[in-house]
């Protein structure tokens, strides 16, 4: 629910609405913007919407972490900019955030090319957009709801901490699914998993990287380093997730 400004710098619509050549051209306030260029623009695109007052951000486009050293840096210097001024980061390297209550659907997966999931009490934080839009989509087949759907990414601003920490106090919501690579920062994942269990929600995780194979490939999607995991698992079972 409202209104959405397609920014482009040469098309005058985009899927059927009116485009913008750029950020400082649209008059109204905006609440979020979503970043779908190539990697190398990021930077320029997000200097831009700042320069006209946006401070949150969802990055799809991948090219960072993931990619090596020169990626970090890039990484580093956007969430740099955006936090100096008191803004947010979801990404980048992500499919998004879905939110059935409101509507608000800020995502490219595939998932939605047929119905809208519909609302329901089950929200699911994924660090893999791809791995949370197999199970939106298994959801959906089965005639379930969804409350909140959350992709971190490669996380260099909001984590999956931090989405579990919401997700603690969101009345919608009574089961969490979370889809895990790797676990940035132990101490704020416990705090929020304590919540979540003194708000009586379930939460259910699938740990990924358990082989050399699998933790390679966590390392070249999302930048994640795997770990030991029996530590993971030990960690998790302390906390009540199945």
């Known amino acids: 629910r409202g209104v959405c400004y397609p920014v482009h710098p040469c098309r005058g619509a985009v899927q059927g609405l009116n485009g913008y050549p750029s950020r400082a051209s649209i008059r109204d306030p905006i609440d979020v913007a979503l970043i779908a260029t190539e990697g190398a623009r990021v930077e320029a695109a997000i200097a831009a919407g700042l320069e006209a007052g946006v401070l949150v951000y969802v ?6 972490a993931e990619v090596g050293p020169k990626g970090m840096q890039l990484q580093k210097r956007i969430v740099d900019l955006v936090t100096s001024r008191g803004g947010v980061v979801l990404g980048p390297n992500c499919l998004g955030v879905m939110n059935t209550m409101n509507g608000v659907m800020a995502t490219f997966s595939s998932v939605l090319e047929g119905d809208a999931p519909k609302p329901g009490h089950m929200a699911m934080v994924s660090q893999s957009g791809a791995m949370a839009a197999y199970w939106l989509g298994g959801l959906m087949s089965f005639g379930l709801g969804c409350s909140k759907w959350i992709t971190t990414g490669n996380e260099a601003g909001i984590d999956a901490a931090a989405a579990v920490d919401y997700l603690a106090d969101d009345p919608q919501t009574r089961v969490l699914g979370l889809y895990l690579e790797d676990i ?15 708000s009586r929600k379930a939460v259910i995780a699938i740990k990924s990287g358990r082989s050399r194979a699998g933790a390679a490939a966590a390392n070249s999607h999302t930048g994640a380093l795997a770990g030991d995991a029996a530590l993971f698992d030990a960690f998790l079972a302390q906390h009540g997730v199945l």
């Open 184 to 198: 940035r920062n132990a101490d704020d994942f416990r705090v929020a998993l304590t919540r979540a269990a003194r």
């Open 59 to 64: 990055v799809f486009s991948s090219g960072f």
